[in-house]
């Protein structure tokens, strides 16, 4: 996945580099180039683009939530979902679909939230402790390591705001 958006974003370079470097597109000079950070590579400090989907002033309509989605919120939903399909292959005792799942949920750590201000360091403190959790989990599915992937999601909500603690608990697996 990484090698694939290396070369997706190395071919985006190119196209807005001078022209010599696209003649050379195969040579050392450009292949050289540091490649930009790609989304699996973003951090708290990773700067976040305005006007995507979900950045404010430009909320996803919801079903849920009146005022409309921010990008954290969706991927919220994305997670739960993830973890609903991972939850019942683990109780069927088949393979779980869709792994890893780090690559997806690691953007939690840049994405826009409702109120800018909530993506601060002991945010991203607490994402980085779930997404600790949500690499066990791709590197030995079980029910163990399911549910340390929730106990993360749980760490951030108590702390951050406790409405989803009711799915969270009601996803465990006991
Ligand atoms: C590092 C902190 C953090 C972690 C880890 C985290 N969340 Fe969240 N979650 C948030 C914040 C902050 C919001 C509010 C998003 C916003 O600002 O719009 C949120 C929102 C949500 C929502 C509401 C989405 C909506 O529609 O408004 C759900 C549901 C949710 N989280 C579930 C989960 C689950 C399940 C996990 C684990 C798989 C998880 N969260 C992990 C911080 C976290």
Request: proline share 10%; glycine share 8%; with cysteine.
């Amino acid at each position: 996945m990484r090698g694939e958006n290396g070369v997706t974003i190395r071919t985006m370079r190119l196209s807005t580099t001078p022209l010599l470097c696209a003649a050379l597109v195969f040579a050392s000079a450009c292949a050289t180039r540091p490649p930009a950070p790609v989304a699996e590579d973003c951090t708290y400090e990773t700067p976040l683009t305005p006007g995507v989907p979900g950045s404010p002033g430009h909320l996803v309509p919801s079903d849920i939530n009146p005022n409309g989605a921010s990008e954290l919120a969706v991927r919220m939903r994305g997670m739960v979902a993830d973890w609903r399909t991972a939850r019942e292959a683990l109780q069927a005792g088949k393979p779980v679909p869709g792994l890893p799942l780090l690559p997806n949920h690691r953007r939690i750590r840049c994405s826009w939230p409702t109120a800018a201000e909530d993506r601060n360091p002991a945010y991203d403190g607490m994402a980085q402790a779930y997404l600790a959790q949500v690499r066990a989990f791709d590197e030995a599915p079980s029910v163990k390591t399911f549910n340390g992937a929730l106990t993360g999601c749980a760490a951030c909500h108590e702390a951050t705001c406790g409405g989803p603690l009711a799915v969270i608990e009601g996803l465990r697996l006991h």
